[in-house]
């Protein structure tokens, strides 16, 4: 079955650490590939997205992930976290065969000022 | 510019009753999806429906329906609602997914709560 995990559950950071958060999914064929962000009491808004292309794409907020089609993943890193980074992170992936798109459970984000 | 629009914010209602949920996209998206948020996990794929034609199905009991209008507002239907329909369900609009991926613009959420 078509899934995507996100490994890490609750991660915690001081401010100006780096920040990587793994996302592998199971094969499906062609695939689209985006991070989410929660921010307390907002919406889920786009971070970046990967269709084709350059596998290491750049999203906002200095926000970078890296699309590793052998080993099945999508990273997401950033060199430097701020307090305002403290979110949800949820990876999701469109399989294009069948027009699924799934999400990993999330990965809460507390930085530490 | 208006975002995704969800309607009611909140519903409270009893088991086996019947649901419907609304979604006016972003003006000018064609593209309506939706996801069932349960507490703790992931949005899960519902529906997607793109000029008005169902462009994909998530795993989903059947009593879980759509549709989209001419205008490209949606509506969820759930029947025979069961506890475990609880959740937030969100909409999600985008200006093109029928021949490929396009951002999606997530609305608030509708939080049902079924007793």
């Known amino acids: 079955a078509q899934s995507v995990s996100q490994h890490n559950h609750h991660v915690i950071l001081s401010e100006a650490a780096s920040l990587e958060l793994g996302c592998n999914y199971s094969y499906g064929g062609t695939v689209n590939l985006f991070w989410y962000v929660q921010y307390p009491g907002q919406h889920l808004q786009l971070l970046l997205k990967y269709f084709s292309g350059d596998p290491l794409v750049k999203g906002i907020k200095g926000f970078e992930a890296e699309f590793i089609k052998s080993k099945f993943s999508f990273n997401l890193r950033k060199p430097s976290v701020q307090w305002s980074d403290t979110a949800e992170y949820f990876c999701?992936?469109?399989?294009?065969?069948?027009?699924?798109?799934?999400f990993g459970a999330g990965t809460r984000l507390t930085v530490k000022p | 510019d208006a975002g995704v629009t969800q309607s009611p914010t909140h519903l409270i209602k009893t088991r086996g009753q019947q649901v419907t949920l609304r979604c006016s996209p972003i003006s000018g998206h064609k593209s309506v999806s939706w996801y069932q948020q349960v507490l703790g996990q992931g949005p899960q794929f519902i529906f997607q429906y793109y000029e008005k034609e169902e462009r994909g199905r998530g795993n989903f009991p059947d009593r879980f329906s759509a549709r989209q209008f001419p205008n490209y507002s949606s509506e969820l239907n759930v029947n025979a609602l069961l506890l475990g329909d609880s959740a937030l369900y969100l909409c999600?609009?985008?200006?093109?997914w029928g021949g490929g991926p396009d951002e999606q613009f997530f609305g608030p959420g509708t939080r049902l709560t079924v007793l």
């Open positions: 999701a992936v469109n399989y294009q065969a069948n027009n699924d798109m799934r």
């Open positions: 999600a609009s985008s200006y093109n």
